[in-house]
């Protein structure tokens, strides 16, 4: 009688509140934290379907990276890159650059969605926090992505030698969201911490310069003062750059640096979504 | 009558400032409750303990039966929650907002897309639903969000200032459309609000908060009898029961945000 009557109600309009909720899907703990996780990332990939603008403009910075500085610093061969020419080198550090760049400011939008009472929207549904937090990342990493294609796109232009190899693209791409996801989950602790735009803005400046300076990005560790190299193989964003320059390089011989590469940056990002689950609620409070 | 709202003892403190202190009332089945009171009086913060955002320093409250801290699960599938903001993404069609909230909370993939344009064309936004929320009236937001708060068929509704900035014609749409829930529906209701007219024309009772407590309860007429005086309406209850807090206003957070919220309705 009880279906019946939960049947009758559906087909009703609001004329429900007398009986019991919707049938809701019964899903496992497991899936029902993935797919809602997927659920907020498909939200930020239908923004950007319906405006990717945003996607152009972040464009520019690579680009102008690689066109100005990488140019200028092959000519000058001041950086000793083995084999490889400093382009080639700099190609996947310039799009770690700018995995880092879009990702590290994801705590601002996550405080204009407070401010909007999106979040507030979030936290009453029956989502859970480690949902919200990792489904941030994923639209991170989907707003990282195109930066890979042009990336990609641009080096072919140039004349750089890249591996087109499905399997090391496809890493690559994992490499990517997963490097976007750590750093913008490090954001959004930040903002559940500082709670004001104003602030999130400048530890983020502050941030993002030694991240950048203190990794493999635009030169090799080797060259680094040791107390500098230490800093460096404690960043994230080294592992970024060794792995995409692993799996985007025509010379990589061994692929068995991969391992630490993702190994790091999963644990990274594990440790960090699950201190951001436990800070989320606050950003509202 | 059963109760689907308890609230016992129920105290909040913020550092210094007791922001909700040991309120205590009953919401029955079916009910469209008003939280009245000045800015500050510690309206939202009884809301948001209520939905599940923050959790109480003390105190218990239940939900359809669920305890606000043990159960939060089964309390936010419970309610639909309309926050003060308007919160509705402008940078998504008024479907795909929906379609996202249908997905959280777990609408069957087969009935996603119908409920969503039912409820569309339930809050009169069929022709819109296509459009960018970008693109809508500060009214059609709002009803937007009635919309979205209703996509899982709740058993509790909370608004929290469900008309702030919103003009004239807007407002009364809203409170048709809650009207028409009302009675459609026998869904229960609970909403703050700091409009004597909104409380009066939509609520079956009403608390009066002031200074983190309930100063009084009851249905208009009764608030309006404890008064007395000639022809009182509920301004003077208001005045009567929370006239000193007119005074010294709303904290800065909540007139800047109602600034924000009027500037966005442009």
């Known amino acids: ?285 | 009558m059963t109760a689907i709202i308890e609230v016992q003892h129920l105290v909040k403190i913020f550092g210094e400032h007791r922001a909700v202190n040991d309120i205590h009332f009953v919401v029955e089945q079916g009910e469209v409750f008003g939280l009245l009171g000045p800015n500050g009086a510690g309206k939202s913060t009884t809301i948001k303990m209520l939905t599940t955002l923050l959790p109480p320093t003390s105190g218990k409250a239940s939900v359809n039966g669920f305890d606000i801290v043990r159960s939060t699960t089964a309390v936010r599938h419970s309610i639909g929650y309309v926050p003060q903001a308007l919160s509705a993404d402008g940078n998504l069609t008024g479907f795909e907002n929906l379609l996202i909230f249908a997905k959280l909370y777990d609408l069957p993939r087969s009935v996603r897309k119908t409920r969503a344009w039912e409820v569309l064309e339930y809050v009169g936004l069929t022709d819109a639903g296509n459009q960018l929320v970008r693109n809508y009236s500060g009214g059609m937001i709002r009803r937007l969000e009635v919309a979205q708060a209703l996509l899982h068929q709740p058993r509790v509704l909370f608004l929290d200032e469900p008309t702030v900035g919103l003009d004239p014609v807007a407002r009364q749409a809203i409170w048709d459309h809650l009207m028409k829930l009302r009675q459609e529906s026998n869904m229960t209701i609970l909403l703050t609000t700091h409009s004597m007219e909104e409380a009066d024309s939509l609520c079956t009772r009403i608390g009066i908060m002031h200074r983190g407590q309930i100063a009084v309860i009851g249905t208009p007429d009764e608030l309006k009898a404890t008064v007395g005086g000639e022809n009182p309406n509920l301004n003077d209850v208001f005045v009567y029961y929370a006239g000193d807090a007119l005074e010294s206003g709303g904290s800065y957070r909540e007139t800047s945000r109602a600034r924000r919220t009027a500037r966005r309705l442009g």
């Open chain 1, 1 to 285: 009688m009880k279906l019946q009557e939960r049947e009758g109600q559906r087909a009703g309009l609001a004329k429900n509140a007398s009986g019991t909720l919707a049938l809701p899907v019964r899903r496992s703990i497991f899936g029902n934290l993935v797919g809602k996780a997927w659920t907020i990332a498909e939200w930020e990939a239908r923004k950007i379907r319906h405006d990717f603008t945003d996607l152009i403009t972040r464009a520019v910075q690579p680009i102008l990276w690689l066109l100005v500085f990488g140019e200028v610093f092959s000519h000058i061969r001041a950086i000793p890159t083995g084999n490889i020419s400093y382009l080639e080198f700099m190609s996947p550090g310039i799009l770690a650059q700018s995995v880092l760049f879009i990702s590290i400011f994801a705590g601002i939008a996550i405080i204009w969605e407070r401010d909007l009472g999106v979040i507030h929207k979030f936290l009453a549904s029956p989502t859970p926090r480690v949902s919200l937090v990792i489904g941030k990342g994923l639209a991170s990493g989907v707003r990282a992505l195109p930066q890979a294609i042009v990336i990609y796109l641009l080096a072919l232009i140039l004349g750089v030698h890249m591996n087109f190899n499905p399997l090391c693209l496809l890493g690559t791409f994992v490499m990517v969201v997963l490097g976007a996801g750590c750093f913008s989950t490090f954001s959004l602790i930040i903002a559940c911490l500082l709670k004001t735009r104003d602030r999130v803005m400048g530890i983020g400046q502050v941030l993002t310069m030694p991240m950048f300076f203190a990794s493999n990005a635009i030169y090799p560790i080797a060259i680094m003062p040791s107390w500098l190299q230490v800093i460096a193989r404690i960043n994230p964003l080294t592992y970024v750059v060794d792995g995409l320059r692993t799996l985007m390089l025509t010379n990589t011989t061994s692929y068995t640096s991969l391992v630490p590469d993702f190994a790091v940056l999963i644990g990274v990002t594990i440790v960090l979504v699950a201190l951001g689950a436990k800070l989320y609620p606050r950003i509202v409070q």
